[in-house]
């Protein structure tokens, strides 16, 4: 352990940095408040213009009534621009040297990309230049730049830069805001050996940044080659050509995520036309959206990135469940597609559904009974079209073997009057509310909740999965699904999710007629283009707008993150929305919680089909303490053998410390949750088995905010100041795959970790579990 001056030194570090934060924060409010101020000066200027048009239509001229149209049509548009712009349009800002020459654009920044000769003297330089970068551009009253619209050549270095060609750039700071509120700030240091000075103070820097800072201007050489290391691996990863997959590969602490964020808002910017298709950034859980949202703002324009969890991804349907470590494993696996694919036919047979069909027809009764009624269902379900568009097939059939039972074709030689004599059959018969009635029953219109709710019904999903599952993973997924109601209502998994998806594509919706909407006032005019502003600009281009961002399944690029815990259905589902993306595909088998992975393997080179990849490798870890490090690869060694850890570039010289519980867990675990509270002023994560999420919430309630309970699987991509893990040992035995579930686990920390051992985890005399021994 480390004694407690080095403590103490450690705990006013914490405090000094999240002092800076603060400051830093208050430093954007006070910038975005002026920016706003700004705003409503411009949008009292455009009302004014709106009413100054209005006035001009009373002259009453056929001139005059052009002259309004015209000008309400253009200060509408500006209106309209800066109100929808009004909300998180503030999201970067970076600080640059002095240029080679002074020549100002028409934003008013200075044009050079290069810095002066002279700008860096002895490590040393000055920030010349502040940009901040949004969604819209403003100047101020002197036509200074307060935002640099994000589509503007001055911000491209806010997308370019990278610390091996950094040009002008210092530091790149992403601002996370709500409305008019900043929330939080992140910097990244483009050039961290140098000190630079801002208006004659030290220029700040907050997260990750500020440890690149210290190791790039420490005195030890093998520090700075470690930033040289850090900086080179990010740049190949960033700027590795498009039309591909890229692999970026990395163990905990890396900066996968990051480095793949970093990636897509670069290629936005260099081919904007190219993926004005959509961007789809597929996150694990919905913890690690929230994180990859405050990362990802800067990717621009309204609609155009779409940030989702795993189980978000299918429109109406959010997971809020998890299911036991046996059940995902089944629902999880390939050989649910053959299970999913009978279901989806199967379900058509409902215990209520009828088994005759009466009609009247030519003044006679005709009847279909049950082995009538069978045929017609198997040769309407013949080949591989969806469900429910087989529904024309199926009533046509049906009118087929109506019409054969009458025996009309027989008594019409003449082929013109047969058929005449058929098409008055069918148009009559098809027609009786009976038999229309008997469709609706017969073959119902189903949906993917639907069916997902008819293999809650254990027998009938043991037809559908007869010589494909055990009759034991039958009983469990059926019980899993009876937590859904009869319609598929309910609470949902997020393997439930990705079974929902492969239902869609297997039952496929029936075709419906387009209708056009027509505006009244078209009809009374004949003149579309005569509607107000707010009919162009606000209700049809929104409306547009919403209307495609419901439709889209399919998007231009796909980000992948922590890709290594995929299932196979899940690695369908996101394959589904990127048939002709470009993909960036961030994971680590290391931290992999899915049991087989060369299954997901397999489904992973479905998805991506036969691109072309690129493989990077992130090799330094600069979360994590060395001392955290070392305990975590003692886990690693045991879940992937010959597996090398990324080397970790920091040392605190605070041990992990250990923790017997005896009898008492829950009361044990408060205490070392106050500890850790006490030690540090940022957030404590406590990672606990899945089964008992629950009741460390409750051990755990009256401890404030700045400690969270969290479940084992998590914890996937989040770090906090201070982990504590409970029972190694639960954690590991929970899954197959529970050896790689700790690794991560014991790798969230950036400051401290302590371990509480439990009932099963057989700790030494110094509370050190058995897993954790060397």
């Not at 705003?39 to 213009?49: D, G, M, P, T, V």
């Not at 700075?224 to 163990?251: F, H, N």
């Not at 929230?290 to 991804?313: C, D, F, K, M, N």
Request: aromatic share 4%; glycine share 8%.
């Amino acid at each position: 352990m480390a004694a407690p001056q080095d403590a103490a030194v450690d705990a006013d570090s914490v405090r000094d940095r999240d002092s800076v934060r603060d400051r830093e924060i208050g430093v954007e409010q006070e910038h975005l408040d002026r920016v706003y101020r700004r705003l409503e000066e411009k949008i009292h200027e455009a009302e004014f213009l709106m009413d100054d048009a209005a006035r001009r239509g009373q002259v009453g001229t056929p001139g005059a009534y052009a002259e309004r149209d015209a000008q309400v049509f253009r200060a509408g548009l500006h209106l309209n621009r800066l109100n929808s712009e009004f909300e998180d349009f503030l999201f970067g800002r970076i600080d640059l040297l002095l240029g080679k020459d002074g020549e100002r654009g028409p934003d008013g920044a200075y044009t050079s990309v290069e810095p002066a000769e002279d700008a860096v003297r002895d490590d040393r330089a000055e920030i010349a230049e502040t940009l901040h970068i949004g969604r819209l551009g403003v100047l101020d009253a002197d036509y200074s730049p307060l935002v640099i619209d994000w589509r503007a050549p001055a911000a491209a270095p806010f997308y370019r830069s990278t610390p091996k060609d950094p040009g002008r750039v210092v530091r790149r700071r992403v601002i996370r805001s709500k409305g008019r509120q900043v929330l939080g700030v992140e910097d990244d240091l483009m050039r961290p050996e140098l000190t630079a000075f801002l208006d004659g103070v030290e220029l700040p820097v907050v997260g990750d940044g500020a440890l690149m800072a210290a190791l790039g201007r420490a005195r030890s050489h093998t520090m700075r080659d470690i930033v040289a290391s850090i900086q080179a691996e990010q740049d190949l990863v960033i700027r590795a050509p498009a039309a591909s997959v890229t692999e970026v590969s990395g163990g905990p602490g890396t900066g996968k995520t990051a480095v793949a964020l970093h990636r897509a808002a670069y290629l936005l910017y260099r081919d904007r036309r190219r993926y004005s298709g959509g961007i789809l950034v597929v996150s694990p859980t919905p913890l690690l959206v929230a994180y990859t949202e405050g990362v990802l703002p800067s990717l621009g324009e309204e609609g155009q990135v779409a940030i989702r969890a795993v189980g978000s991804l299918v429109d109406g349907a959010e997971a809020t469940e998890y299911d036991e470590p046996a059940v995902s494993r089944v629902k999880g696996s390939s050989r649910m597609l053959p299970v999913l694919r009978k279901a989806a036919r199967g379900a058509l047979e409902s215990p209520d559904a009828p088994d005759r069909l009466r009609v009247a027809a030519f003044g006679s009764r005709l009847e279909l009974g049950p082995e009538d009624l069978r045929r017609v269902r198997s040769t309407a379900l013949g080949g591989t079209a969806p469900v429910n568009l087989l529904r024309p097939r199926a009533r046509r059939l049906l009118l087929d073997a109506l019409w054969a039972r009458s025996g009309a074709g027989r008594r019409h030689s003449d082929p013109e009057l047969a058929a005449e004599a058929r098409q008055g059959f069918d148009e009559d018969v098809s027609t009786e509310q009976v038999f229309l009635d008997f469709l609706d029953a017969w073959w119902p219109e189903l949906t993917p909740r639907g069916v997902l709710a008819a293999m809650a019904d254990e027998r009938r999903l043991g037809r559908w999965a007869r010589r494909v599952l055990q009759p034991r993973e039958v009983r469990l997924v059926a019980r899993s699904l009876r937590r859904l109601g009869p319609d598929g209502r309910g609470p949902l998994s997020v393997h439930d999710v990705a079974l929902l998806d492969e239902l869609q594509t297997l039952l496929g919706a029936p075709a419906r007629p387009r209708r056009r909407e027509v505006d009244p006032l078209d009809q009374l005019t004949g003149l579309e283009e005569l509607t107000t502003f707010a009919d162009r600009a606000g209700g049809g281009r929104r409306g547009r707008d919403e209307r495609r961002e419901e439709e889209r399944t399919e998007y231009a690029h796909v980000i992948v993150d922590e890709a290594q815990d995929l299932t196979p259905m899940q690695w369908r589902m996101v394959g589904r929305r990127g048939r002709t993306a470009t993909w960036t595909v961030v994971g680590d088998p290391a931290q992999s919680s899915w049991s087989d992975p060369d299954e997901a393997a397999a489904a992973r080179d479905e998805a991506l089909g036969n691109r072309p990849r690129r493989a990077f490798t992130l090799t330094v870890n600069y979360r994590n303490p060395a001392e955290i490090a070392e305990l975590a690869s003692r886990v690693l060694a045991l879940a992937m053998p010959g597996m090398r850890a990324p080397r970790a570039v920091r040392s605190t010289g605070l041990r992990p410390r250990f923790a017997v519980a005896g009898d008492d867990l829950a009361g044990a675990v408060r205490a070392e949750a106050r500890r850790l509270l006490d030690e540090v002023d940022g957030t404590v994560g406590v990672v606990v088995a899945m089964g008992r999420r629950a009741e460390a919430r409750r051990w755990l309630a009256d401890l404030g905010d700045r400690v969270v309970a969290l479940g084992s699987l998590e914890a996937k991509g989040l770090e906090y100041d201070a982990t504590l893990v409970v029972s190694p040992a639960e954690i590991a035995d929970e899954s197959p795959a529970g050896l790689r579930v700790l690794y991560v686990a014991l790798t969230r920390a950036t400051q401290q970790l302590t371990v509480v051992s439990g009932e099963r985890d057989a700790p030494d005399e110094a509370g050190v579990p058995d897993l954790l021994r060397d």
